[in-house]
């Protein structure tokens, strides 16, 4: 039973660490100037908002607006994480027009249609893992986003606190006397 739990409390500083790499990060569009129109890299919180073709909108209530700018009626924007990898978990789509217009698309080729209902989309197993996500406007219409959410895959590892080896072996030493104890007796 010691020993069980001895492997569970090492397996558990384990984990602890682990999940201590990942972090969420939200970009909420609010240090962006209200009513600009983007043609370069827009970046929040290292997530960049970079226009390959077109451009975008700084809407007036902190959101983003895609919409065409150009005469082809095409905008194509790569978003990039500074920190390298991430997973998307969500977005809240505001307003959007022209259904099926949008595609977003990651390095990995996983694809999804942004869907014409107002409100939060949720990317649980669909871009994991990703390096560079693409939104294409394939014709006309618009799509408002705001409060785009990452998950960092690549976040700063957190140490060990320094006295953890030692309260882990001295619980192991515990268990050794206790054991021998036991046979002696």
Do not use: H, W
Not at 27 to 47: K, R, W
Not at 149 to 170: D, E, F, K, Q, Y
Request: aromatic content about 10%.
């Amino acid at each position: 039973m010691f020993k069980k739990f001895i492997i569970s409390l090492i397996a558990g500083c384990g984990f602890v660490t682990a999940s201590a790499n990942a972090a969420v990060i939200v970009v909420d569009f609010e240090e962006a100037t209200e009513g600009a129109i983007i043609t370069d890299t827009y970046t929040e919180n290292g997530v960049s908002f970079d226009p390959v073709q077109g451009a975008y909108d700084i809407f007036t209530n902190g959101s983003i607006i895609f919409n065409a700018r150009d005469s082809a009626g095409l905008v194509v924007i790569d978003i990039t994480f500074s920190g390298g990898t991430f997973d998307l978990l969500s977005f809240d789509i505001m307003n959007l027009t022209n259904v099926g217009a949008f595609t977003l698309t990651s390095n990995l080729g996983d694809s999804f249609a942004i869907p014409a209902a107002i409100g939060m989309v949720n990317f649980a197993t669909t871009f994991i893992g990703v390096t560079t996500l693409t939104l294409t406007q394939n014709f006309g219409g618009s799509l408002q986003l705001d409060n785009f959410t990452i998950n960092s895959v690549n976040g700063s590892p957190v140490p060990l606190p320094a006295a953890l080896p030692l309260m882990i072996a001295g619980i192991a030493g515990l268990g050794a006397m206790t054991r021998r104890r036991r046979k002696a007796a």
